[in-house]
DNA sequence: CTGAAAGCGCTTACAG
DNA sequence: CTGAAAGCGCTTACAG
């Protein structure tokens, strides 16, 4: 059967239909005895409005594309429901689409979100920010990135202040007297693994520690890659005692790789992770690490598609800084433990 | 400036818009020349074909909607996954919508998704089954229900086995020789904590271990809510040997619980978990516990929604079954270890 | 092979 | 306060 249209509920209402638009949209020029009737007979047929119609007169669809690699990283999750929050409050949908982290995918799933019309796009993590510069500037739908991997001036975005959060991290280790201090990275990051990486190194000049490049290693950003990394790490003649990780899913692979190997965190190593996944309060020992305001990143990307929307002009990057949060995985060093 | 519309197009290729519409819909009829000609100016003044305007026409929107209770939960997330590959491939897109589970929000949101035409939705975990079957028997729009917490004939859903699963983890520590065996249920699970609580009982009583109230406890579904039932069950006289959990949250916070009161495990207690969240994998010790099949949930429940569209009768619930993936956090029982 | 016409379900000036 | 008309951007019979 079909869906009941506004010309049906004129008809049983005995008005035209633009009366029962108006009334619908609750037109102050309707008279409020017409109005409720109308709006009664609406309710009673479970009439729903075409949005589709709608939108394609008032040119607006009150609806937002999110892109993500998956859903299912932990971040991007905290970022959707920060993007989904804001954009609820300001009567926005949001289109949910993965790229799997595939740059061809990722255009074309743009592409799909602009048939539909959505008013404004933000991209998290994505790896082509470069790419995008040209070919979204012909995109007539302002995008924002999120964490993108690459610098692109000429798009607006959202970052954490990686420098700074990685020289605060590292500098947390070398304040408890660490001064092996290793770095795994993320050999996939772009330019945040680059950024972190120069927060690292930019500690342990400060603290007069030389670097030692065996101690800068790459993982995969995540829990496999960190254990990999990791094990490398424990068969250095001279292996660390503290490790600064890229992220907390690194730093969970590494966690692993070192309980396999016997060793106690802290006593034997120290950890600080990157992002502050939910599950990195859980871990054994708690994880200290670098926190990202992921669900107010999300928040922030909308408001400046919001603001974008309004015709205003809107910071072209918005940086965000991270926030230490200490737990159980860091200690003061001690020599020769084992 | 404005988008691009067909008679744009048309007025540039010199032909009516009638056939525009053809050539970019790839309708043979039009001549091989003209077509590509068309297709090359389309493609070169970036025209983006109105989905809105199509959908009016055509009536299919080409999308579908999912709500959870917040995509931030790694289960609901998962389950995305799997409903956004199996939409993906059907040239679907989802409209992502968050209940916070609250119902009166759960019903505006699904109104939302009517109007804007979803031709199917998918709730997953919902707390209002038994209003869903009045209020959405209404409703137009196939729904198919995913873990709903409250049983209900008339709607489509897929669930878990909660019964035979529950009764199968429970099994596996009756034959690990544990006796004292306790489960931590979740207050607000409704149906499928009333289900996995029938299932520990059941393989209680076909191992003819007697029940002890005591050792039924409740949590939250959370870590925290694990982690006070937890305590809970270390302060009895008898404490159990083993725990069975309504889900791996709770495993988590029941974990931590037991660190913090110096017990080991799974040399002190035993424990098995629900759903084999990724993280599960990563806890210390790696969890025990029953797998939800969660992206192939997501799957079927678009697939049964495809089905339904295509006016085909479909099996009304869907029942998938748990598999049981052995790790760390079980051992074998051994008399007054501490 | 191509065009003119009608219509999808709305909103919104314009009249009255 | 209400209605008739036009139009948003498409698709699709119907002619030719």
Redesign the interface.
């Known amino acids: ?1 079909k ?1 009941a249209s506004i010309k049906d509920i004129a008809r049983l209402a005995n008005v035209s239909h633009s009366t029962v638009s108006r009334a619908l949209s609750r037109n102050p020029s309707i008279s409020a005895n017409t109005a409720e009737r109308i709006r009664r007979i609406a309710q009673e047929s ?1 009439y ?6 709608r ?2 007169v008032t040119r607006r ?1 009150g ?1 937002i594309g ?1 892109v993500v690699t ?3 990283d ?1 971040f991007a ?2 970022v ?2 920060g993007i ?1 929050d804001a954009a609820n409050e300001n009567d926005y ?6 790229s799997n982290a595939d740059p061809e995918r990722e255009m074309k799933v743009v ?2 979100l ?4 959505v008013e404004g796009i933000v991209v998290t993590s994505s790896r082509l920010g470069s790419l995008y510069a040209t070919a979204l500037s ?3 739908v302002p995008i924002v990135l999120l964490n993108n991997q690459h610098a692109s001036a000429f798009l607006h975005s959202v970052m954490i202040a990686n420098v700074d959060a990685s020289r605060e991290a590292t500098r947390h280790l070398v304040g408890f007297g660490h001064r092996r201090i290793a770095y795994i990275g993320d050999r996939y990051g772009c330019q945040s693994d680059s950024e972190r990486f120069s927060g690292y190194r930019a500690a342990l000049e400060e603290a007069g520690i030389p670097f030692r490049p065996q101690y800068a290693v790459q993982g995969d950003g995540k ?1 496999e890659g960190g254990h990999a990394a990791m094990t490398t790490l424990l068969r250095l003649e001279e292996s660390p005692s503290a490790v600064f990780c890229y992220n907390d899913m690194t730093a ?2 590494a ?2 790789s070192t ?1 396999e190997h016997g060793l106690r965190v802290p006593e034997d190593v120290s950890f600080v992770g990157f992002d502050d996944l ?2 990195s309060q ?3 020992p708690p994880l200290t690490t670098m926190r990202q305001p992921m669900h107010d990143m999300g928040r922030k990307a909308v408001e400046t598609l919001l603001t974008l929307f309004k015709g205003s002009a809107s910071e072209h990057c918005i940086q965000v800084r991270g926030e230490l949060v200490v737990r159980e995985s860091t200690a003061i060093f001690k020599e020769e433990k084992n």
Chains 1, 2 share one sequence.
Request: proline share 2%.
């Open positions: 059967m869906r479970g729903r409005a075409s949005a589709a119609a939108s394609l669809t609806t999110v998956t859903i299912t932990p999750a905290e959707v429901r989904e949908c949001v289109l949910l689409a993965n592409r799909t602009e048939e539909r019309r012909e995109t007539q829990a969970l692979g966690l692993r309980r939910f599950i859980y871990t054994d």
